[in-house]
């Protein structure tokens, strides 16, 4: 069933209207006329310009990723799946964690491998690389998974690869949450062309329980979550204008859906934490 329909606003590589459907069973959003040069939807500038200099400030805005991980897996092996330039990687390796990364733009992957000395594996479909590169504590896809283009194949996956007791963290945009509804089309979270599949919550831990996966930990109010709430807001109402009066309006709406994004899972974004059946 069609759901909506959405442009690129976010990076404007074309005028195309883009479908999303529903699936009636699990709520899950999909596009459907997905482009064949989906490549080409992912700009030059999309990871933005980073230098080996900076990495280490650039990486201190994740702090708040780790602050998810450390009480469900204070240390061990981690596969980040996903982590553009690396600073999520860099700072895991940083805290002491055994740190792989499966990232599918190849500059990004010169750029971990040469500048910051972090393994890392080039894949659009990461389900292949965790299959291979053996058993892990923890697998971190953070704003990932609505860009596969099977994200259930790289569940299922990532699932395998954790020893029992290892957790899966999954940060995506949240189609149930209060943004998408009023939003709808404009919504900046769909992000068309480029999101493929955006997860409600309950689909998401559904799928996760069918593969030997017990949701632990979900949050939409960490700082990533309320991020997200801005960005959705301001860009959905206004686009990309920082003009300061927009800028203000902006703050007043989040501060007025507040009570209700934070109520349960409705905020523009969600992380779950997903552990391994078995050892904790």
Known sequence: ??????????????????????????????????????????????????????????????AYKLEIVRPHAPGGRLIDVGPSYGGFPYLARESGYDVAAIEMDPDCCAFIEGELGIEVHQSATPEGPLRSLGQADVITLWHSLEHLPNPWAALEAAAGALRPGGVLVVATPNPAGLQARVLRGRWPHVDAPRHLFLIPPDALFAQARGL????????????????????????GLFGRSVWRPFVAMSTVVMQAARPLERRGLRGACYTAVLRREGAS
């Open 1 to 62: 069933m069609l759901a909506l329909r959405a442009r690129d606003r976010n990076r404007r590589t074309t005028e195309a209207r883009f479908h999303y459907c529903r699936c009636q069973g699990c709520g899950i959003l999909f596009l459907a006329d997905r482009p064949q040069d989906l490549g080409r939807h992912y700009t030059d500038d999309y990871h933005g310009a980073l230098s080996a200099r900076d990495i280490a400030q650039r990486a201190r805005n994740e």
């Open 212 to 235: 030997g996966l017990e949701p632990v930990a979900s949050t939409a109010t960490d700082p990533g979550g309320l991020d997200c709430n801005f960005f959705g807001w301001h860009h």
